[in-house]
């Protein structure tokens, strides 16, 4: 009985899916890999981008109760967290966004690939200098963190597996006072 049991329990962890779906975008010229991750529940939706194209070396923008229509048409609803890697390796938020800011990002889908159509002029981008998404993006299994860059790439796990901010300064070898957040 005890062997029945634990076969069920192994075969039950390997049956499990992702409870996301995940859409990614990459250029090796502009050292760019972007990532677009929503909620198989449609609860949340985060966009996670490393690129030469922005000022600073890392973007995670996470939103609640994206806009899907049809399964077509993808938004951020309510956006609440604006994160950045800066190019100094310091971890920063945007604090300076209104309810006019809260829906950036619009794609529309196409099978299984969705394409950028339009973003808001929210203040936090353009005190930034952030005027580039990706054009269009590509479903994908999962998040390939190798395409990451090296000296950032364990920041940024620990930011998606929600590691308290001491612990991200500390793997980012930033003195925490020096730090913006």
Not at 16 to 42: D, F, M, P, R, V
Not at 142 to 152: M, V
Not at 154 to 161: G, T
Request: hydrophobic content about 35%; charged content about 30%; glycine content about 2%.
């Amino acid at each position: 009985m005890k062997k029945l049991l634990l076969l069920f329990i192994i075969s039950s962890l390997f049956s499990c899916k992702s409870g996301y779906i995940y859409y990614a975008y990459e250029n090796l010229e502009t050292k760019t890999y972007a990532i677009l991750q929503i909620s198989k529940k449609g609860t949340n939706i985060q966009y996670k981008s490393a690129s030469e194209i922005y000022p600073d070396k890392y973007i995670y923008i996470y939103g609640t109760r994206p806009y899907i229509r049809n399964n077509q048409y993808i938004k951020f609803n309510s956006f609440y967290d604006l994160t950045f890697i800066t190019s100094t390796n310091k971890l920063d938020a945007c604090p300076n966004f209104d309810d006019n800011d809260r829906e950036i990002l619009v794609y529309l889908k196409e099978d299984d690939r969705i394409v950028f159509e339009k973003n808001k002029n929210m203040k936090c981008f353009k005190e930034r200098h952030i005027y580039w998404f990706p054009p269009y993006m590509t479903k994908v299994k999962k998040i390939d963190y190798t395409k990451f860059p090296k000296d950032i790439r364990e920041a940024i796990i620990a930011i998606d597996k929600e590691k308290p901010y001491k612990k991200i300064i500390k793997i980012l070898k930033v003195d925490e006072n020096e730090n913006s957040l």
